[in-house]
């Protein structure tokens, strides 16, 4: 079936297209290059991974439970509305959340996929490109994992939010080499790593929880290497242009913060744009949400070099300032530990499985001499 079959509401059109800005950068110098940056990048080589053949896709996914959602998360339970629904309709709520959410993830993989693209083409120093090429073939995995569990798992997609296309339109269209990696690698990407991270960590469904984890222990090193990059690039700027990019970053985070709502679902179940964006700013799950999907970004800003007193006044606008000071390589180290646990257990539960299955065959064979 079509992808365009799925989509809840038709996209704008079937391609969208960003003019290209700023020119490509070959290098001719071929030496080693910065020693942390060329470990990242065989890393990058030695971590590839074929996404049907980790991921267990044989494993069953009801689509009106996905994420096995609890009723008190859903921003419309305790309203007059909830007490309307029958239990279809809460199931198809939940399958409508859960296509909004993943199609949001796949959007935003596919624009990584494009700035990783342009990172290689636009960024001067060859050991950033090689870096950036392992990182598009990440990227495009990624996706491709995305719309398969959209696909064969849910069976529906939502558009890509408007804020959101909005952040990758500015970061592709700047001609600066170093936006893709501040627009993708520090704001997307950050925010894709804690809402993956939510999910990963609460969700008791097995197939959504490999495709985070392992999803995951690659954004791990893509977060590190635009930290590694810019903050080598920013020492060397001037305080205008520091603000250029600390503008940039708070018209961002609140692009971000105000696009996950989810507003389109609750418009598809008859409920006026206004009141749903109401009924999302109260719900208390979601200003917890809020605050965890920044938990990632802000040490990594304040990590880069970037704050300003305009940039700390907008973080305590927003009440994440306090996270400036969380430990973001912990965070990357657990990231990678779960999805290596993750592996550990799946393959000796299959180790076992078939031992015993040996050991049935060789019992059903001396049985029958």
Known sequence: MSTHDLYVNAPAGPVWEVPAAGSARFSWDYDDGRERLLALYQKGKDKQWDGATRIDWGIEVDPYDPLGTPDEVL?????????????????????????WQFSQFLHGEQGAMVCAARIVESVPDLDAKFYSATQTMDEARHAEIYGRFLHEKIGMLY??????????????????????????????????????????????????????????????????????????????????????????????CYLMRDRLRGVEVLENFGIPKKEAEELSEQSEFLHLFRKLLFSRIVPCVKDIGLWGERLQKAYLDMGVFDLGDSNLDLLMTQDEEIAEALDRERFATEEAERAAEVEVAIAEGSAGE
């Open 159 to 252: 558009p890509i939010n408007d804020n959101l296309q909005g952040l990758l339109d500015d970061t592709l269209r700047d001609s600066r080499w170093d936006m893709p990696y501040l627009g993708m690698q520090v704001l997307i990407e950050g925010l894709a790593l804690a809402a993956f991270g939510m999910i990963r960590d609460t969700t008791d469904k097995p197939l959504p929880k490999q495709i985070l984890a392992y999803v995951m222990q690659d954004e791990a090193r893509h977060v590190a290497f635009g930290r590694m990059a810019l903050r080598d690039y920013y020492r060397q700027l001037g305080d205008a242009e520091l603000r250029e990019r600390e503008e940039f970053v708070i018209e961002g």
């Open 75 to 99: 921003t419309l339970h305790g309203t007059r509305h909830w007490a309307k629904m029958t239990e279809k309709d809460k199931g198809d709520l939940r399958r409508h959340y859960a296509s």
